[in-house]
C-alpha cells in the first residue's frame, strides 16, 4: 500500500467517505432499477418483458463495466500513484517529523515556520554536479528546465521535477503528469491513473443515463395510468442526473484532455505559459543573442550556478567518464500557447489509452505514456519540437552523436568491462612473472 496520502486531516475523511457514499448510491440505484422499475412496474404492471430485459441487460453491463474501471482505477491510486522519488533532504525532513511526539506538534511545526522543522525545506537545487537524478535530465536530447539551463526543482520534495511533473500540495509530493486531486476515486489522478478515470467515467455515464432513462419512463407511465409517483424511483431519478450531470462532465473534459495531450493543470495554464526547453546541440556551439549554452556534466564541485558556455574543452573534463558523458544544451522557449508533446489528436488519444480499441474499452493495461522510455526525451515529443529547433536555427546533431548512449548503467557497464580486462592483463603478467622464477 503506498504511503502516499492527503496532509489535512479533513481531506483523508473526505476521501475515506466517497467510496463508500459511491457504493451506496449505486446499490440503491441498481435495487430501484432491476427491482422496483424493471421488474414490479414493467415486467409485472404494465407487462412489457422486453422493456424489462433491455433496461436490465444495458444496466448490468454497464455497471459492471464500470464497476472494474473503478476498482482497477482505485487500485492503481493507491499502491502506484505515479509520484516522484523524493529528494534526501526531504526523507531527512520526514524521518525528522516522524521522530517528534505528539504527533499534533508535528503538524504544528509545518504550520508555525518552527527553524528546526523547516531545516531541509524551502531549500535551493542542490548544486553537487553529481546531484541524485540530475544525469537522467542530461541524458536526454530535450527536456524541461528553468532559464539558467538547469531542470526545473522542487523546494518541498528536494528532488528534480520530470518534464510534465507537478508538485500537489494536498498530499505534499510531486505527481507526473498530475491532473487532479479526487476524493472520489481514492486521491491522486495522474499519469498512471488517468487513462482508468477516463474509462470509469465514460461507464458511470452510460450506467447513470440508462437509470434516468428508465426511471424517467417509469414515472411517465406511472403518472399516465394513475398510480401516482414512486418515491424510490424519484429520488434515484434525481440523484442519478446529478451524478450523471458529473460524470458527463468529467468524461468529456478529461477525454478533451487526452486527445490534446494535457492535463487539467497543462491546459488550466496552457494560454499564458511559454516552455523553457533544454535541446540538446553539438559540442562546441557558443552562446548568442537568441540562445544560452550550457554544458554537462558542470564541473566545479561547489558551483550553484552551472556555467552558460559552449567553450566544452575549457572546462578541462578530467576522466574518461566524464569525456563520454558530455553534452551541450541550447536553452530556448517555446511560443506562448504551444505544447511541445501534442502528436495529433489519434496519436495523442493513443498515448493516454492504448494502441487498440480493446485498450480503449478495458482497463487492462497501463497508459503507454506511463511506460514510455526513449533516450531523447521523457515523453514523446511532437511537431514542436522540430519546429523550434528550426526556429531558433539550432544545429543538428551529427551521427556519431545521435547513435551515442551516456546512460549511466551503460557508462558503469563499460568501466566495469575495461577494469575486468585490466585485471585480467595484471594476472596475466603475474603468471608469466611467476613462471620464470620457477624455471
Same mark, same amino acid.
Given at each position: 500500500? #503506498?504511503?502516499?496520502?492527503?496532509r ?25 432499477t432491476? /427491482? ?12 412489457q ?9 444495458? !444496466?448490468?453491463?454497464?455497471?459492471v ?8 482505477l ?7 500513484p ?6 534526501? +533532504?526531504?526523507?531527512?525532513?520526514l524521518?525528522? *517529523?516522524? /521522530? ?35 544525469? @537522467? ?9 528553468? @532559464? ?21 500540495s ?34 458511470a455515464s ?15 407511465? +406511472?403518472?399516465?395510468?394513475? !398510480? ?8 434515484i =431519478?434525481?440523484? @442519478?442526473? =446529478? ?9 468529456i ?9 494535457m ?10 505559459f511559454?516552455?523553457?526547453l ?8 557558443q ?12 564541473? /566545479? ?16 573534463v ?6 563520454l558523458?558530455? +553534452? ?13 508533446w ?16 480493446i485498450?480503449?474499452?478495458l ?8 511506460? !514510455? ?13 522540430? +519546429?523550434v ?6 544545429p543538428? =546533431?551529427t ?7 551516456t546512460?549511466?548503467?551503460?557508462l558503469? #557497464? ?11 592483463? *595484471? ?8 613462471? @620464470?622464477?620457477?624455471?
Amino acid at each position: 500500500m #503506498s504511503s502516499v496520502r492527503a496532509r489535512r486531516s479533513e481531506t483523508r475523511w473526505v476521501t475515506r467517505f466517497m467510496p463508500g457514499f459511491l457504493a451506496v448510491c449505486f446499490g440503491l440505484a441498481t435495487y430501484t432499477t432491476a /427491482k422496483r422499475v424493471c421488474v414490479d412496474h414493467f415486467l409485472h404492471r404494465r407487462q412489457q418483458p422486453s422493456a424489462a430485459i433491455a433496461f436490465l441487460v444495458f !444496466y448490468l453491463v454497464t455497471f459492471v463495466f464500470m464497476l472494474l474501471t473503478y476498482i482497477r482505477l482505485f487500485l492503481v491510486i493507491q499502491l502506484n500513484p505515479g509520484v516522484v522519488p523524493l529528494g534526501q +533532504r526531504a526523507i531527512w525532513r520526514l524521518e525528522k *517529523e516522524e /521522530k517528534e511526539k505528539p504527533s499534533w506538534r508535528r503538524h504544528k511545526h509545518k504550520q508555525t515556520g518552527d527553524i528546526e522543522a523547516n531545516a531541509y525545506r524551502n531549500v535551493g537545487p542542490d548544486g553537487d554536479p553529481d546531484s541524485p537524478g540530475l544525469e @537522467s535530465f542530461y541524458s536526454k536530447d530535450v527536456f524541461i528546465c528553468e @532559464s539558467d539551463g538547469k531542470p526545473r526543482w522542487c523546494h518541498s520534495c528536494c528532488t528534480w521535477k520530470p518534464d510534465r511533473a507537478h508538485h500537489c500540495s494536498e498530499i505534499d509530493r510531486c505527481v507526473k503528469k498530475m491532473d487532479h486531486y479526487c476524493p472520489w476515486v481514492g486521491g491522486i489522478v495522474g499519469e498512471t491513473s488517468f487513462k482508468y478515470f477516463i474509462q470509469f467515467t465514460f461507464y458511470a455515464s452510460l450506467c447513470s443515463i440508462v437509470v434516468i432513462t428508465a426511471c424517467a419512463l417509469c414515472t411517465r407511465q +406511472r403518472l399516465h395510468a394513475g !398510480y401516482g409517483l414512486d418515491g424510490f424511483v424519484v429520488a434515484i =431519478l434525481a440523484l @442519478s442526473g =446529478l451524478l450523471g450531470f458529473f460524470t458527463v462532465t468529467m468524461f468529456i473534459t478529461s477525454a478533451r484532455y487526452a486527445l490534446l495531450n494535457m492535463t487539467n493543470i497543462d491546459y488550466l495554464k496552457s494560454k499564458n505559459f511559454v516552455h523553457n526547453l533544454a535541446l540538446r546541440v553539438p559540442i562546441g556551439i557558443q552562446s548568442c543573442e537568441k540562445y544560452k549554452v550550457i554544458t554537462y556534466p558542470i564541473s /566545479k564541485p561547489g558551483d550553484l550556478t552551472p556555467r552558460l558556455s559552449g567553450d566544452a574543452g575549457a572546462r578541462g573534463v578530467a576522466n574518461e567518464r566524464d569525456m563520454l558523458a558530455t +553534452r551541450t544544451f541550447a536553452v530556448v522557449k517555446t511560443e506562448l500557447g504551444e505544447n511541445p508533446w501534442d502528436l495529433g489528436f489519434y496519436r495523442n488519444w493513443k498515448s493516454v489509452m492504448g494502441n487498440s480499441i480493446i485498450d480503449w474499452l478495458l482497463p487492462l493495461k497501463d497508459s503507454p505514456c506511463a511506460t !514510455y522510455e526513449n533516450n531523447e526525451s521523457f515523453y514523446e515529443m511532437g511537431p514542436i519540437y522540430l +519546429r523550434v529547433r528550426e526556429r531558433f536555427r539550432l544545429p543538428h =546533431l551529427t551521427d556519431d552523436e545521435k547513435g551515442f548512449t551516456t546512460s549511466k548503467k551503460e557508462l558503469s #557497464s563499460g568501466s566495469q568491462a575495461k577494469e575486468r580486462k585490466q585485471k585480467k592483463q *595484471e594476472q596475466g603478467l603475474q603468471d608469466q612473472a611467476h613462471d @620464470s622464477a620457477n624455471s
